[in-house]
T-cell receptor
Framework: TQLLEQSPQFLSIQEGENLTVYCNSS?????LQWYRQEPGEGPVLLVT?????EVKKLKRLTFQFGDARKDSSLHITAAQPGDTGLYLC??????????FGQGTELSVKP | EPEVTQTPSHQVTQMGQEVILRCVPI?????FYWYRQILGQKVEFLVS????????KSEIFDDQFSVERPDGSNFTLKIRSTKLEDSAMYFC?????????????FGSGTQLSVL
């Protein structure tokens, strides 16, 4: 069974700090996706990383796919209160289903 | 940007009752999905649907669950006899081609509470 494990599960930081969220698996994924979910809303796709070693930037967010395509990280520079939310990594398993990690709950305090 | 819409946003029901959760996927999308998220747990795949048939389902999606596309716009999830453990946020999603790496568009969810 392909699983995605995220760490940390909870993160509370001050505005302006940097942070990194990790998504790990023992299995190879053809790609990994990062979603952000706000309370009362569904997940919204932030990025898809496809190539091993790939780095993608979205403003202050930097996403990296591991060389072996088993892990990914999300780094936020100078976090803002508006970054608060649940960050989910997801990947398509061998059966073609999109599966999710358990999420990282980020709280950025002003 | 086009949206997936779900109704109702909240549904409260008694154990043993049937519920139908409704979704309107994005109009040119061909693949539809239901996911659920129990409070504090991960988003879990339930079922995918294409061309009026279930294409994949998880072990959670047992005989008490069914999906239907009753007309050209709606996509429904029916739970025949609800249990307490069915309480969760249910998300509908859709995609254009159903391919790997493709973006899924999620609705805002229906919070189901079974009492």
């Amino acid at each position: 069974t392909q699983l995605l494990e995220q760490s940390p599960q909870f993160l509370s930081i001050q505005e302006g700090e940097n942070l990194t969220v990790y998504c790990n698996s023992s299995s190879v994924f053809s790609s990994l996706q990062w979603y952000r979910q706000e309370p009362g809303e569904g997940p919204v796709l932030l990025v898809t990383v496809v190539t091993g070693g790939e780095v993608k930037k979205l403003k202050r967010l930097t996403f990296q796919f591991g060389d072996a395509r088993k892990d990914s990280s999300l780094h936020i520079t100078a976090a803002q209160p508006g970054d608060t939310g649940l960050y989910l990594c997801a990947g398509y398993n061998q059966g073609g289903k999109l599966i999710f990690g358990q999420g990282t709950e980020l709280s950025v305090k002003p | 940007e086009p949206e997936v819409t779900q109704t109702p946003s909240h549904q409260v029901t008694q154990m043993g009752q049937e519920v139908i959760l409704r979704c309107v996927p994005i109009s040119n999308h061909l693949y539809f999905y239901w996911y659920r998220q129990i409070l504090g747990q991960k988003v879990e795949f339930l079922v995918s649907f294409y061309n009026n048939e279930i294409s994949e389902k998880s072990e959670i999606f047992d005989d008490q669950f069914s999906v239907e596309r009753p007309d050209g716009s709606n996509f429904t999830l029916k739970i025949r006899s609800t249990k307490l453990e069915d309480s969760a946020m249910y998300f509908c999603a859709s995609s254009v081609f159903g391919t790997r790496n493709e973006k899924l568009f999620f609705g805002s969810g229906t919070q189901l509470s079974v009492l």
